[in-house]
């Protein structure tokens, strides 16, 4: 056959597929290009999202009960402290607000406590109130699974009006005494943030409440997730 006939010569064939060659190498190097990208992507979004084994968080929560001072008062299996009570002798801890709200109602006799220990108020961060809760409740000497209160918005509202409010003021109307909540609520992902902040900033409260003559609030598991529930629908209201 006579190549020329049609119009091309051998070296436009030998051209053309040079140039297709070229292409398809193209194509299969941005391809796996954009396979090592993906699974890079995949790679890290599994490595934060990922679900820490028991042991880790258990050992995290007894790392965390001893360096920030929690054994100066407390013990555990009957070894430690003996300022406070023993802490693997309740379930509370199986439920972070259940455990959240039995801290925040005892604060002021721990903050005194640690100040005549001239212990500093842990700065707990991140997930460190549910290491130490998970530590606590794998010692406890009823064992149980963990659990959480089905929190009523209504009933969080109510309560948040009727306590938390005359501080802190409506969510994003401008905090009277302490910060505005709406913009902590908004930034706030779950039960242990929830807790960690409140317990983190609860010595401050403390001088405040008493020069105010505010009694200090007690709350109850159920009503510190229903608080926690009304809190939660400002998380859209604001970006």
Not at 82 to 91: A, E, F, I, K, Q
Not at 165 to 184: M, W
Request: aromatic share 10%; net charge positive; proline share 7%.
């Amino acid at each position: 056959m006579n190549i020329r006939h049609f119009g091309c010569c051998p070296a436009d064939v030998r051209g053309r597929r040079s140039r297709s060659g070229v292409f398809f190498l193209a194509m299969a190097f941005l391809a796996m290009a954009f396979a090592v990208h993906l699974m890079l992507l995949l790679g890290a979004a599994s490595g934060q999202g990922r679900v820490r084994p028991l042991k880790e968080t258990i050992d995290s929560g007894r790392f965390l009960f001893q360096t920030q001072g929690c054994a100066s008062c407390h013990s555990v299996m009957g070894q430690g402290g003996t300022v406070g009570p023993d802490l693997t002798r309740t379930t509370v801890w199986a439920s972070p607000m259940l455990g959240a709200a039995v801290m925040w109602n005892h604060v002021p006799l721990m903050a005194k406590a640690r100040r005549e220990k001239n212990l500093p108020w842990p700065m707990f961060q991140g997930r460190d109130i549910g290491d130490i809760f998970t530590f606590l409740h794998s010692l406890s000497h009823r064992k149980g699974g963990a659990y959480s209160f089905p929190g009523e918005v209504r009933k969080g509202e109510i309560r948040f009006s009727g306590t938390c409010q005359k501080c802190h003021g409506q969510p994003f109307q401008g905090g009277k005494i302490g910060p505005d909540l709406g913009p902590v609520a908004a930034r706030m992902s779950d039960e242990i943030e929830f807790a960690t902040r409140m317990l983190r900033h609860a010595p401050k409260m403390v001088p405040i409440a008493r020069k105010k003559s505010i009694p200090w609030p007690q709350f109850s598991g159920s009503e510190m997730a229903s608080i926690f529930a009304y809190l939660k629908l400002f998380r859209r209201s604001k970006p």
